[in-house]
């Protein structure tokens, strides 16, 4: 069943008491039968000795090749005004095979050395596009990644073989996929960590249906306070291990440049790093699944994080919360289990407005977090603004076609207040 894509603009005027708003919301939505999707499972890897050692030639001659690509694209530009393509690339990495100086490029598979090209290609079209800053050198101390296609490794559906390694990777299993994978990304983060990434696409099964409808406020006591009534409270891992990270940071400036004994303590940093992230992904994961699975439709507001952060008091805790990425998983969990997102633009006074009677204060300073409104209504802040997106949420759906036909879907959906 192909996807059938409907999109329409929908004329809608708000009304408070303070004047009159023309707000214009567009909505999107995308009906279909079920969800075919391209998703990534990753798993940890153990390799042996042999392994790393063949792993760690990969990650070096790709991290060459598109160190070498991104030089050889930018003296172009500014040297001779020229724009490199791909294919130009491409063909000045095989004249750099022939030289004997570069002879090492040959003993890795040539596969993962084109997706380096590839993916400086990408990030190029993304800077150009405006979408990300001008691609970067990569280092070796960072995330290391090799990416290999469907000729470059064997699957059997159980065990993983990479080109020119006699043995199968050992991968901890702990949930497994019914597609092919189509690609496969072994990386290796900064704590010395293996990792293998399969690309594949399947068909989601969808959720159940319901009723259920929730606003949630984005905030930084707590991460989220739903229209519901619910706190989510803010767990705080970064500051949590604050103390024992600038500890460790401390010893590690004391070491010696170069020095094994520096390496062993960049590496307890590095893991501590990696510990607090893995805390905050997987307490954002939990969160934004819940909210998927009990809800049809999930309200929230869109926020201008990178505008936020240049904040010097506030960018910390900011950071701390993550709601950027609380809103990327929202969206794409939204579009695989058939549910439906609502995002109110940032400008929509929530907190500010008395969601009982309507009107709308001057000013409300961060600091205050109740206050009574002159209709005779105590409103909690975030559970105030919440119960106003859940308002709006509902209005902008009112006017919208969420149903076609019994088993017809609506999996996403965008509003933009003007």
Not at 249 to 258: E, H, S, V
Not at 346 to 369: E, M, N, T
């Amino acid at each position: 069943m192909p996807f059938n894509f409907v999109s329409e603009r929908l004329p809608w005027a708000m009304k408070h008491r303070q004047g009159h708003s023309s707000i214009t919301p567009i909505v999107k939505m995308v009906y279909n039968y079920f969800m075919i999707v391209r998703r990534a499972y990753q798993y940890r890897l153990y390799p042996n000795q042999e392994q790393r050692i063949q792993l760690a030639q990969t990650f070096g001659s790709c991290r060459f090749v598109y160190n070498w690509a991104l030089r050889l694209r930018t003296d172009a530009y500014y040297q001779h005004q020229q724009k490199m393509s791909y294919k130009e690339t491409s063909h000045q990495l095989t004249q750099l095979k022939k030289n004997p100086e570069f002879s090492w490029l040959k003993d890795v598979t040539a596969v993962p050395l084109q997706q380096a090209l590839r993916h400086l290609n990408t990030a190029f079209l993304n800077f150009f596009s405006g979408r990300a800053k001008y691609p970067k050198f990569k280092k070796k101390r960072n995330k290391q990644s090799a990416t290999y296609a469907s000729n470059a490794f064997k699957w059997n559906g159980e065990q993983l073989t990479l080109a020119k390694m006699k043995s199968p990777l050992k991968i901890r299993w702990h949930r497994h996929f019914t597609g092919v994978p189509t690609t496969v990304t072994v990386s290796k983060d900064s704590a010395n960590r293996y990792f293998v990434s399969f690309s594949v696409e399947e068909e989601v099964e969808q959720l159940p249906k319901t009723d259920e409808q929730v606003a949630i406020d984005l905030g930084i006591k707590d991460v989220i306070v739903s229209s519901k009534g619910f706190a989510s409270g803010n767990p705080k891992y970064y500051q949590k291990y604050q103390k024992k990270l600038a500890k460790l940071q401390k010893r590690l400036a004391k070491k010696q440049k170069g020095s094994k004994n520096r390496d062993k303590a960049r590496l307890k940093v590095a893991r501590l790093y990696a510990k607090i992230a893995d805390c905050r992904k997987d307490f954002l994961n939990k969160l934004t699944i819940r909210l998927i699975r009990e809800n049809q439709v999930v309200i929230t507001e869109s926020l201008a994080v990178k505008n936020m952060m240049k904040n010097p008091k506030l960018a910390k805790a900011i950071a701390e919360v993550a709601w950027g990425e609380l809103i990327r998983q929202l969206d794409y969990k939204a579009s695989w289990y058939g549910r439906i997102l609502v995002q109110v633009d940032r400008f929509f006074p929530s907190s500010k407005r008395c969601h009982a009677c309507g009107h709308v204060l001057d000013k409300l300073p961060l600091k205050i977090r109740e206050w009574d409104c002159v209709c005779g209504s105590h409103n909690l802040r975030d559970y105030n603004a919440a119960l106003n997106l859940l308002a709006v949420g509902r209005t902008v759906l009112a006017y919208g076609d969420t149903s076609v036909g019994d088993t017809a879907i609506a999996l996403s959906s965008q509003v933009l207040l003007k």
